[in-house]
RNA sequence: GGCCCGGUAGUUCAGUUGGUUAGAACGCUAGCCUGUCACGCUAGAGGUCGUGGGUUCGAGCCCCAUCCGGGUCGCCA
């Protein structure tokens, strides 16, 4: 059986246990990191939360203690007595290495199984693995470090918005489905068969409603959810600082949104951001970066080659052009020399993956051009396309042409980004925090054959596009404003339709019936009746805020329970089945057909 | 649903053209060691090569199917 901590309580964590306690007594617990036994002497590092700290048991430790000592083993649970005292030897890999703990009292409060992987603060190990044990794998320095960072990030904000008049208010969990948007999780009712819940993918009426009421200044650490599929910066449950204002327009949230990075930026990395961001409307950050989450932190950016090239006789370009397309090109500086003609074809099949069907290239060294398509250029049109992408000897350039804008800009903007991480252009640690503002209202949904909103079909469009909701819709912009780092979403909102009429006209724009949007919003429609203030607000998404202030490219590492791929848990196993009995009381039948 | 990558000892990996008993490091077990700290030394255990089928005299290696995991396109108001 295993030792009691009967008669001992812990004074001190282990990494406090420092010089400055030295000769004094101390009782430490933890975790067995490593023992190297001598013989007579023996030292075991304890580690908790906090730290390390080194037990010592040498030839003045009472012979059945020091076999004690022993006979731990990795990972097993320690609680030790001693007095601190300064060692023999100095380790200055260790903040603590001058000390360690002459032990008197050693209880062994666990045992444990070698653990299936090393505990080690950095770690190779798959992925699978550790999150089956992910219990053990929380124990490993680098993910205390981000969980504890992700704790002090959720607290700054906490306090930030508490400090500039916020009020965290819940909302519920158990909501009323509305199939606009992502696909929702249902939860079966009991007491009312047939019906679901769904669970929310944001609290967005709630915290509108919340504002009618008279909550000026809301804000929540919602737990949300989508039921699509995974990316890495993507899982099926996350959490957003959600965020809602009163008598405020765009730029009143987008400056609270502002102060709130730059306080937890200072705060947990004493690293001061510049306000306020720059702004990037969505048009040009399509024909700029061909992304509406732009990576600012280096240049390469796009160049339409639409008008230099307009009478050119290259099939592929002209045939783009003269379908309403367009010949768009970014330029490598100086990477002639590091884009072997192999890494360039390998681009060519990067490009592929986002529709487009080739990718033209221009190599551009002291020694001589070599290019998939100039020969098919004249030389005026070949100075011309140069003089625009700013290209010279040592780059090299790429052009893409396509029928559909959409195409040239998801390629090229996808095609920027892997060169410039394959060129190396970023640096770890460097953080360029934009605004994309002035999105397109509607999205026009080629499967349902109809416009969908954007954002949400509560979002007001700008004032002087407002007659075009009708007229011309797909040229109907919105107060909407996302918040882009480094190539991230990390947030978004916008100014909220609080005009009645207005969100009438939204609806119908969208193709919504009177009875549709009876049905499903029709308590926010009759709620905005009562006196609803002009209001907006946002979300950060809080995992991929503090993923790219720890400066990692995967989500799972800034979440103690991450679920992979396929939307299972693997420490769990969920989802699961269920008994019949429960499907019973939920008056569901199974049908796994096809 | 599509595309790409991976699965060999507890872990990370190597494994030649298909050919003897599948190796290394770390970890683990036992013993020795009075100042270690990636301790050291000696000895040892540990493998249905993801799974199923096929080709072959012979398969970790080739073929087919399938499962698991990663990235990504679609999807994500």
């Excluded at 083993?73 to 300064?86: H, I, N, Q, T």
């Excluded at 090299?396 to 991480?421: T, W």
């Excluded at 605004?435 to 079909?457: G, I, K, Q, S």
Aim: glycine share 6%; proline share 4%; aromatic share 8%.
């Amino acid at each position: 059986m295993a030792d009691t901590m009967t008669g001992l309580k812990r004074t001190n964590y282990c990494g406090e246990v420092t010089a400055a306690l030295e000769g004094k007594e101390v009782v430490v617990c933890g975790w067995v990191q490593r023992i190297r036994d001598k013989g007579m002497l023996v030292f075991i590092d304890l580690r908790d939360r906090s730290g390390i700290v080194q037990l010592a048991f040498d030839d003045t430790t009472e012979e059945a203690l020091r076999q004690k000592a022993q006979s731990a083993r990795s990972e097993f649970v320690l609680m030790a007595k001693g007095v601190v005292r300064r060692r023999e030897s100095i380790n200055k890999d260790m903040p603590n290495g001058d000390v360690e703990v002459a032990v008197s009292d050693l209880r062994i409060l666990a045992k444990a199984a070698t653990p299936p992987f090393e505990i080690t603060e950095k770690t190779n190990v798959k992925e699978e693995l550790r999150l089956k044990y992910r219990y053990l794998d929380l124990r490993r320095k680098e993910m205390q470090e981000n969980i504890m960072m992700r704790h002090r990030i959720v607290k700054e904000a906490r306090d930030y918005y508490d400090h500039t008049g916020f009020i965290e208010i819940e909302t519920p969990t158990l909501i009323k489905s509305t199939p606009e948007g992502a696909r929702d999780y249902l939860v079966p009712s009991r007491v009312q068969p047939g019906h679901f819940y769904a669970l929310p993918q944001s609290p967005q009426q709630y915290k509108q409603l919340l504002m009618l009421s008279g909550y000026d200044r809301y804000m929540q650490v919602a737990r949300c959810y989508r039921d699509e599929d995974l990316r890495a910066d993507r899982q099926p449950e996350f959490t957003q600082i959600d965020v809602e204002m009163s008598f405020v327009d765009e730029q009143d949230v987008m400056g609270v949104a502002e102060g709130f990075l730059q306080q937890a930026f200072k705060n947990v990395l004493n690293i001061d951001l510049t306000t306020p961001f720059p702004i990037l409307k969505y048009k040009d950050a399509m024909e700029q970066y061909g992304s509406d989450k732009p990576d600012i932190r280096f240049d390469l950016k796009i160049h339409n080659l639409t008008d230099v090239l307009k009478n050119t006789e290259f099939k592929m370009f002209a045939e783009a052009i003269a379908a309403g397309g367009s010949v768009r090109g970014i330029v490598a500086k100086d990477a002639a020399d590091k884009l072997t003609r192999k890494e360039i074809d390998k681009l060519g099949d990067f490009v592929k993956t986002y529709r487009a069907k080739g990718l033209a290239y221009t190599r551009f060294t002291a020694e001589g051009v070599t290019s998939s398509f100039e020969k098919f250029l004249s030389p005026e049109e070949i100075a011309a396309m140069h003089t625009a992408l700013g290209a010279s000897t040592g780059d090299v350039l790429f052009v893409i042409a396509d029928v559909k804008d959409k195409v040239v800009f998801d390629s090229l903007g996808a095609l920027r980004n892997h060169l410039a991480q394959k060129l190396e252009l970023t640096q770890p640690g460097t953080f360029a925090p934009l605004w994309v503002t002035e999105f397109p209202l509607f999205e026009y949904d080629e499967e349902e054959n109809r416009y969908c909103a954007m954002h949400h079909p509560f979002t007001s469009p700008m004032l002087e596009d407002l007659e075009m909701m009708e007229t011309d819709p797909a040229k109907c912009r919105a107060r909407a404003y996302d918040i882009v780092l480094n190539g991230y979403e990390l947030g978004g909102g916008s100014i909220r339709i609080n005009d009645p009429e207005v969100q009438q006209r939204m609806f119908a724009a969208l193709g919504l019936s009177p009875e549709t949007v009876q049905e499903r919003f029709g308590f926010l429609i009759d709620a905005f009746r009562y006196g609803a203030p002009p209001h907006g607000g946002m979300a950060f998404g809080l995992d991929r805020v503090v993923m790219l202030m720890l400066g990692k490219d995967n989500i799972k590492e800034v979440i103690a329970f991450p679920k992979v791929q396929n939307a299972s848990e693997l420490m769990t196993g969920a989802p699961g089945e269920v008994d019949q009995k429960n499907l019973d009381e939920l008056f569901l039948k199974m049908d796994l057909k096809n």
